[in-house]
């Protein structure tokens, strides 16, 4: 669906490495300063990034991520900034994005306008937490027009026939979420997240990220070592929270994204 997406998985898989997905909420501090943090966290090893839109009710995340929220949307951050955003970043890095967001922010702009506004701004998939596969209808069709890869979420306790929904629906790849709960907790039980993702390889070929849990670079090696891809949201936006006043933040934050990367090492 996605070219640059399915591109960086390949080239990943052929290295044997795993992909480092590394959230930022967009507009956090500022939209200047999540530009700069892109483009450095790509140099720091990131190799794709999930952009946040700010939501006043959001409803899978944490506590910090929920603050990044508030910060973004008292600097006024809107979508459409955001994908303006994205269009001034396609200048300088072609690293896939992904924009997660809720449906009261694409329905308020219209379907068929967002995928479009999306495409043409870069962006290369679409995770919406509060729909589910099988109520993406509204957004399946325009997005498959435009080829913005739909990315759901998985959760543990998902039944056989919801992993092959999600598995049969998700392009790019299958989000699994490493606990039930909110974005921030602490990251469960490995053997759990080891035998959920081997019930999910059996229905489908897609590569599988974890997300939810992983906060410091042990976390990060210890998933590697069984998905394709570590997922990093709360912990990255924790280091931009406690530098934010601090000239050197994407510096900082750059740095602890380059010590997720390097843990995760070769397969």
Do not use: W
């Not at 009261?104 to 043409?120: R, T």
């Not at 590697?224 to 990093?232: E, L, N, P």
């Not at 006043?245 to 090492?265: I, N, Y």
């Amino acid at each position: 669906m996605s070219g640059r997406l399915d591109s960086t998985f390949a080239r990943l898989r052929e290295k044997k490495e795993k992909a480092l997905i590394a959230y930022l909420m967009a507009g956090d501090p500022g939209l200047a300063e999540t530009e700069q943090l892109v483009v450095a966290l790509e140099q720091a090893g990131a190799d794709i990034i999930e952009l946040g839109v700010p939501f006043s009710d959001p409803i899978a995340d944490g506590p910090v991520i929920q603050q990044a929220a508030e910060r973004a949307l008292k600097r006024g951050t809107s979508l459409r900034q955001i994908l303006a955003s994205i269009t001034s970043l396609r200048q300088r890095t072609e690293i896939p994005i992904i924009l997660m967001l809720y449906y009261n922010s694409i329905h308020a702009m219209g379907c068929e306008e967002f995928c479009n506004a999306a495409k043409a701004a870069g962006v290369d998939g679409l995770i919406v937490p509060d729909m589910p596969p099988d109520e993406a209808g509204p957004l399946k069709a325009p997005a498959d027009a435009v080829g913005l890869s739909l990315i759901f979420l998985l959760a543990p306790t998902s039944t056989t026939d919801r992993r092959k929904l999600v598995a049969k629906e998700s392009h790019g790849f299958v989000y699994y979420v490493s606990l039930t709960g909110i974005t921030g907790a602490k990251l469960s039980n490995a053997a759990d997240i080891q035998q959920n993702i081997d019930k999910l390889r059996k229905v489908s070929a897609a590569p599988v990220a974890v997300g939810f849990g992983v906060a410091t670079p042990e976390d990060a090696s210890r998933v590697s070592k069984m998905a394709d891809g570590v997922i990093v949201g709360s912990a990255i936006v924790k280091q931009i929270a406690v530098h934010q006043q601090d000239p050197d933040m994407v510096r900082h934050v750059a740095e602890f994204v380059r010590s997720l990367k390097a843990a995760m090492g070769p397969a």
